[in-house]
């Protein structure tokens, strides 16, 4: 027997717009296709669930009202034209950060591109799928994100992509990809960057890594420190982005203009109009 679709969805609706869920119907159509095993926009050509499915629907959106991220019961993030494999241990990629990824995609075509706080591999993987000339690395420090990076610079390699080199490591650290220095064309983060103490969704208080979401006082700790590493990476000429918070749309430019290394530093606005990345020049050698 059927379980017509349109009544399972509407109370799934209901439970997540109760539970203070920020997108509801969203949420259930993602999660009714993923139990059918239909893309999201054929769902309403379903026919409805059986038994078992209404049973697995249930469970998902009941996991979903107690604030489980969305990815991490349907294990898949989109990310410009990637689906990313996620879960416990890595920051799901958000849609704001495709900007920047496309601001990095921009300048990458037969550069040498380094990502550092890789996470999932996201910028990375995004920046070899669209521009196969480009050499691109990540860095990622926390052994369960680089995990999932390499499962999905595995899948991309798989699905014919350049390889992405990823290593372990710290990225604000001197000796990592120290080979490099000086001849990098872009360097691009998502570093974390919320400052101590701000408030945040349950889905990220208490399923995103605290290390790849807190970042000082200012939220700019780590950020200082990549900049170091960035200075020395870049060959003069090269570019840098850097995702963050909208409160920070003043603050970190101006941290980076206060860089002697750095110069036509400039502020991006997201697709919201909210300040979201900061993009800068490594200066060229005087002479």
Known sequence: MQTPLAPALSGAVRRLTDAGVASPRFDAEELAAFVLGVPRSRL?????FDQAAVARFDELVAERARRVPLQHLTGLAGFRHLELAVGPGVFVP?????LLAGWA????KGSIVVDLCSGSGAIALAVANECPDAT???VEREELALAWARRNA???RAAGDRPVTLVHGDATASDVLAELDGTVDVVVTNPPYVPDG???SPEVADHDPAAALWGGPDGLDVVRLLLDRAAALLR????IGIEHADVQGGSLPALVRRRPEFEDVVDNRDLADRPRFTTARRRKLAG
Do not use: M, N, Q, Y
Not at 44 to 48: N, S
């Open 105 to 108: 995609i921009e300048h990458a």
């Open 136 to 138: 691109v690395f990540g």
């Open 154 to 156: 595995e899948t991309r």
């Open 44 to 48: 309403l050509l379903a026919d409805g």
């Open 236 to 239: 003069p000429g090269g570019v």
């Open 198 to 200: 701000s408030t945040v």
């Open 94 to 98: 958000r849609p704001e950060t495709e």
